[in-house]
């Protein structure tokens, strides 16, 4: 068996200074700043008009955050039920499309819905 090479001219062509790359200035391949604007203002602290930070500061919060409590109102089946009831989130969605939460003792079988401010 006999191997025999053809002569190419495709690494010559290839590392050309003029080749047609879409990778060197095509309009398909726009400059891109990863940084526009510096995310720290001269004081250290973060400039409002950099990145995203402006749109998320000029929001206001949807709801309030805070921790949630089992009511005081919930009344255990036992007199000597000692645990603190559990927040447990509906499995499924009720009429209004919304799961509910749940106030559940595990102890004694106690349930009642919490109430949303």
């Given at each position: 068996?006999?191997?025999?090479?053809?002569?190419?001219?495709?690494?010559?062509?290839?590392?050309?200074?003029?080749?047609?790359?879409?990778?060197?200035?095509?309009?398909?391949?726009?400059?891109?700043?990863?940084?526009?604007?510096?995310?720290?203002?001269?004081?250290?602290?973060?400039?409002?008009?950099?990145?995203?930070?402006?749109?998320?500061?000029?929001?206001?919060?949807?709801?309030?955050?805070?921790l949630m409590q089992p009511s005081t109102s919930f009344a255990h089946h036992s007199s000597n039920c000692t645990q603190i009831p559990k927040l447990k989130i509906a499995c499924?969605?009720?009429?209004?499309?919304?799961?509910?939460?749940?106030?559940?003792?595990?102890?004694?079988?106690?349930?009642?819905?919490?109430?949303?401010?």
């Amino acid at each position: 068996m006999v191997h025999s090479r053809l002569q190419s001219n495709a690494s010559s062509i290839s590392s050309s200074c003029t080749s047609d790359s879409p990778v060197g200035n095509s309009p398909a391949y726009p400059t891109f700043d990863l940084y526009p604007l510096p995310f720290f203002s001269n004081t250290g602290s973060v400039d409002t008009n950099s990145h995203n930070y402006s749109y998320y500061s000029g929001q206001l919060p949807n709801s309030q955050v805070g921790l949630m409590q089992p009511s005081t109102s919930f009344a255990h089946h036992s007199s000597n039920c000692t645990q603190i009831p559990k927040l447990k989130i509906a499995c499924a969605s009720g009429v209004n499309g919304q799961r509910t939460m749940w106030s559940h003792c595990e102890q004694c079988g106690a349930i009642s819905m919490v109430e949303s401010d």
